[in-house]
C-alpha cells in the first residue's frame, strides 16, 4: 500500500511533460505549435475558451499585404504579407482563395496617378504566381460599377485573398495534433512558476478546465501567445517585469444581405483616412468593416455600437446606389486587436506589426505582441528560429522551418504539397467530390468542400447514403458533421459549431443554436 507521502506527490506530480507550452489558441498560439510540434518538439497549447473564439474570428477574414500600411512606409511589413498571401493560399486552398478588390475613385481623395503609383509599388513588392496584377477600370461599362451612384465613374482593382479566419485557426490546432501535440481548450493557465536552477530550469505550470479538473504541466519553455490578455499574463508570469505594453484597438463589422451579385470586393475610402470593406460573405450577404477605435472596455466581451454601425452604414451608402441603414444589418461582430503599443496618435496608424519579448531568467519565456492574420505563418516560424536554439543546444539536431512548403490539413487537393494547381482548379476538385459523393445534395458536398477540403473523406467515411448521415439536426447540419467537428475539432457548443467551425449561424433560425445546445447534451460524445 502507498504511504501517505507517495500519494501526495503522486496528487501533485505533473501529469504532463512538454518542451514548450503555448498559452492561448488563436491564430499566433495555433500557428506555433503547429510549427513546434512539425519541428519534433513535445507541445502543450492551452485555450481558456474555443479555439478563435476572441481576436481571430472577429478579422476581416483577409490574407493581404495592407494595402494602406504603404501611407504609414511600412514597407517591411507589406512586403512580408504580401509574399505570404500565395503561400498561404497554395496551403489552404479550400478555407482561402483570391479575391479582387474594386476601389473607386472619388473627387477629392488622392490623385488617380498617386492611387496607380501606389498599386504599382504594391504588386511589385513580392513575387505573385496566382494573384493578376492591379490596373484601372471604366465603372460606367465593368459589372462592380452598376451598384455603385454614378458619379463614380472610374476606379482601380488589385488583388489580395480571402480567408476563413476561424477555421484556418482550427486546422493549424489540427496538424500540431497530428504532429503529437496535446491541444487543450476550455483549459485556463491558472498559475505559472519558474522552477530548477541553469541546468534543469522549467516552468510548472497548472492548467484548469472548465469542469474545475486540474492538470499539472512541467514545461521546458512558455510561450505567450494569450492576444488581448498577453499583457496581463506576462504579468502574473513574471511579477515586476518590465513588458511591452498592448494597445487595444477595436474592430466591428456588419452583415446585411447581398449588395450586389458579382465576385469582387470594394474597398472604400473615407476623408478622414480609414477604409472599409465591403466583401460577398456567405454567398447571400455582404460583409462590410471595420472600424479603428482604441478600447478600453472587457476584452472577453466585444460588441458594436451605434456609432460605429453608423458610421459603417453611412460610409457605404456614400459610394452604394442602395442606402445601407441599421435595419439592414442581420449579424454583427467586433473583436479587439492586440497591438504593439507605440506613437502614433490615431488607432488607424498604429503597427499591424509583431514583436516578441523573450525572458530568459531561468526557462524561457516568449511572448508575442501584435501581428496580423496574414502574416502568421512567419511569425510562428521567427517564433520557433528564437526558441529551437534554446531548447536544442546542438545545431545538428535541429529541424529546419517547414511550413512554407505543407498543405494545412484538408489542403492536399492535388497532391501532398502546396501548388497553384490547388487554388486554381478548386472548382474541379468540388466538381469530382459531387460525383463521388452523388447521394447528398450537391450544395451540400460543395460546402463541405469548403470547411474540409480532403478531410471530407473523413467526415463520410462509410457513409454511402443520407440515412448514414444521422438525424438532420437543423436545415444541412446533419450529426455527422456534428460528430465531426467535436471529435476533431475540439467543437464544444452550438457557438462553437454554427459561428466558428461553420458560419451556419447566418443561414439558420435564431432559435437553432438553444435546440442544438440541447441536443449536444442529449448526445455526449463517447470516447
Not at 506530480?13 to 500557428?31: K, Q
Not at 496566382?130 to 451612384?149: F, Q, T, V, Y
Not at 512558476?193 to 472548465?210: C, I, K, Y
Not at 499583457?231 to 484597438?249: D, N, S, T, V, Y
Request: proline residues 5%; charged residues 25%; hydrophobic residues 45%.
Amino acid at each position: 500500500m502507498a504511504s501517505i507521502q507517495q500519494e501526495i506527490d503522486a496528487a501533485v506530480a505533473p501529469a504532463m511533460e512538454c518542451d514548450l507550452l503555448v498559452v492561448g489558441g488563436g491564430i499566433n498560439g495555433a500557428g506555433i505549435a503547429r510549427d513546434a510540434a512539425g519541428r519534433g518538439l513535445s507541445v502543450v497549447l492551452c485555450e481558456k475558451d474555443d479555439l478563435a473564439a476572441h481576436t481571430s474570428s472577429a478579422s476581416t477574414k483577409l490574407i493581404h499585404g495592407g494595402l494602406r500600411y504603404l501611407e504609414y512606409y511600412e514597407f517591411g511589413l507589406v512586403r512580408k504579407a504580401l509574399i505570404e498571401r500565395e503561400v498561404l493560399l497554395r496551403s489552404a486552398p479550400h478555407i482561402m482563395w483570391p479575391l479582387r478588390f474594386v476601389m473607386p475613385h472619388a473627387q477629392g481623395q488622392r490623385p488617380a496617378w498617386l492611387i496607380r503609383a501606389g498599386l504599382f509599388l504594391y504588386d511589385l513588392l513580392a513575387k505573385r504566381e496566382i494573384l493578376p496584377a492591379s490596373h484601372g477600370i471604366d465603372l460606367e461599362r465593368h459589372a462592380a460599377g452598376k451598384p455603385l451612384k454614378p458619379e463614380f465613374k472610374r476606379g482601380f482593382v488589385y488583388s489580395d485573398g480571402w480567408v476563413d479566419d476561424a477555421r484556418l485557426v482550427v486546422l493549424n490546432a489540427i496538424d500540431a495534433a497530428d504532429k503529437g501535440a496535446h491541444v487543450l481548450t476550455q483549459t485556463r493557465c491558472t498559475a505559472l512558476v519558474r522552477q530548477g536552477g541553469r541546468e534543469d530550469a522549467s516552468w510548472l505550470a497548472t492548467l484548469q478546465h472548465a469542469s474545475g479538473r486540474q492538470t499539472l504541466v512541467r514545461a521546458r519553455s512558455v510561450v505567450n501567445a494569450a492576444g488581448p490578455w498577453t499583457a496581463e499574463f506576462l504579468q502574473q508570469a513574471a511579477p515586476g517585469g518590465q513588458g511591452r505594453h498592448l494597445r487595444l484597438i477595436k474592430g466591428s463589422h456588419i452583415v446585411v444581405k447581398r449588395l450586389f451579385a458579382h465576385d469582387h470586393a470594394y474597398i472604400f475610402q473615407h476623408p478622414d483616412g480609414r477604409i472599409v470593406f465591403a466583401i460577398p460573405y456567405e454567398h447571400d450577404f455582404t460583409l462590410i468593416g471595420t472600424t479603428d477605435l482604441d478600447y478600453h472596455g472587457e476584452r472577453g466581451k466585444v460588441e458594436i455600437d451605434d456609432e460605429e454601425m453608423r458610421y459603417l452604414c453611412e460610409l457605404s451608402s456614400y459610394y452604394f446606389s442602395k442606402p445601407v441603414v441599421p435595419a439592414d444589418v442581420v449579424w454583427a461582430y467586433a473583436g479587439v486587436r492586440p497591438l504593439v503599443e507605440d506613437a502614433a496618435a490615431d488607432a488607424k496608424a498604429v503597427t499591424r506589426d509583431y514583436r516578441f519579448e523573450l525572458d530568459q531568467e531561468g526557462a524561457p519565456l516568449l511572448s508575442v505582441f501584435g501581428g496580423k492574420i496574414t502574416t502568421f505563418r512567419k511569425l510562428a516560424e521567427e517564433a520557433l528560429d528564437v526558441l529551437e536554439p534554446l531548447l536544442v543546444p546542438e545545431p545538428g539536431k535541429r529541424r529546419r522551418a517547414w511550413t512554407a512548403n505543407a498543405c494545412l490539413p484538408g489542403g492536399d487537393l492535388f497532391g501532398s504539397t502546396p501548388q497553384n494547381r490547388s487554388v486554381r482548379e478548386f472548382g474541379q476538385f468540388v466538381q469530382g467530390l459531387q460525383r463521388e459523393y452523388a447521394w447528398l445534395p450537391a450544395a451540400l458536398v460543395a460546402r463541405y468542400a469548403r470547411a474540409y477540403g480532403t478531410r471530407i473523406h473523413v467526415l463520410l467515411d462509410g457513409r454511402t447514403d443520407v440515412a448514414a448521415m444521422g438525424e438532420e439536426i437543423a436545415a444541412g447540419l446533419y450529426a455527422a458533421e456534428v460528430a465531426y467537428v467535436r471529435r476533431h475539432e475540439w467543437a464544444v457548443s452550438a457557438a462553437d459549431i454554427l459561428w466558428r467551425r461553420s458560419k451556419l449561424g447566418l443561414h439558420l433560425p435564431r432559435e437553432t443554436a438553444a435546440r442544438l445546445d440541447t441536443w449536444l447534451l442529449q448526445h455526449p460524445l463517447l470516447p
